[in-house]
């Protein structure tokens, strides 16, 4: 079974620049999450998908961050402006469904560096 | 929200000792999942516990969660080279399986 794939693996951008991360995850997951990691401490999620709906997405920054998953499979998260704070890992994760008995899933992750 | 404290931040030891890593929350947790994290790699889930007092092994690793909910540990017998990489514990927060990760404890094992 193939893993959730990202990509960049790595971005480096200045600040005010955006960017764009895409997510696939595994065949058949309804439940996707964007995550942001900054180097450090443990993952915090920022925005959650149920099929092509958002589910959560109270720690979004919604003035910068934006994302989708219009299909319901596909998703992309983009930054815009970004700031020299978003460095960070962006991890997606994706699961079957939304009941927490369902393991998450996590992708390699792209590493942003805003200079 | 929930929020979960884990101790300690970093831990260095022998190859062949014990470690353990306690996570720790101020209010009663639904259910814990624990993560490992590779250095330069993604965040990979070892185990969920649900039910007050369980205790879960996975050859070396012991998963525990408290009588009363609000605790959990992760006890790895006899450390290996292989054992190396951050441990994270998660809780549900909300309706939605949205997970809150704690801090970390970041594990180096010498040889």
């Known amino acids: 079974e193939a893993g959730v794939a990202q990509s960049p693996r790595y971005k480096i951008i200045e600040k005010r620049q955006s960017v764009a991360f895409w997510c696939n995850p595994i065949?058949?997951?309804?439940?996707l999450y964007w995550y942001q990691q900054i180097l450090g401490q443990g993952p915090k999620l920022l925005i959650q998908?149920?099929?092509?709906?958002?589910?959560?997405d109270s720690q979004l920054p919604k003035d910068r961050f934006s994302a989708e998953r219009l299909k319901g499979v596909d998703s992309t998260l983009k930054i815009q402006p970004a700031k020299l704070e978003d460095s960070a890992v962006y991890l997606c994760?994706?699961?079957?469904?939304?009941?927490?008995?369902?393991?998450?899933?996590f992708g390699p992750g792209t590493r942003l560096t805003v200079t | 929200g929930q929020q979960v404290m884990q101790i300690p931040q970093y831990q260095h030891v022998q190859e062949g000792e014990d470690f353990t890593t306690y996570c720790n929350s101020s209010?009663?947790?639904?259910?814990i999942q624990w993560y490992k994290q590779r250095p330069g790699g993604h965040p990979v889930f070892l185990i969920q516990?649900?039910?007050?007092?369980e205790v879960k092994k996975q050859k070396r690793l012991t998963f525990q969660f408290g009588e009363a909910k609000k605790n959990s540990s992760l006890h790895i017998t006899a450390t290996q080279t292989t054992d190396v990489g951050t441990y994270f514990c998660?809780?549900?927060?909300?309706?939605?399986?949205?997970?809150?990760f704690g801090a970390g404890t970041r594990l180096a094992v010498h040889p």
């Open positions: 998908f149920q099929n092509n709906g958002v589910v959560d």
């Open positions: 998660a809780t549900f927060s909300g309706g939605y399986n949205k997970l809150i």
């Open positions: 516990l649900v039910k007050s007092g």
């Open positions: 994760a994706s699961s079957l469904d939304l009941a927490s008995s369902y393991e998450q899933y």
């Open positions: 065949s058949g997951h309804a439940t």
């Open positions: 209010t009663t947790l639904s259910n």
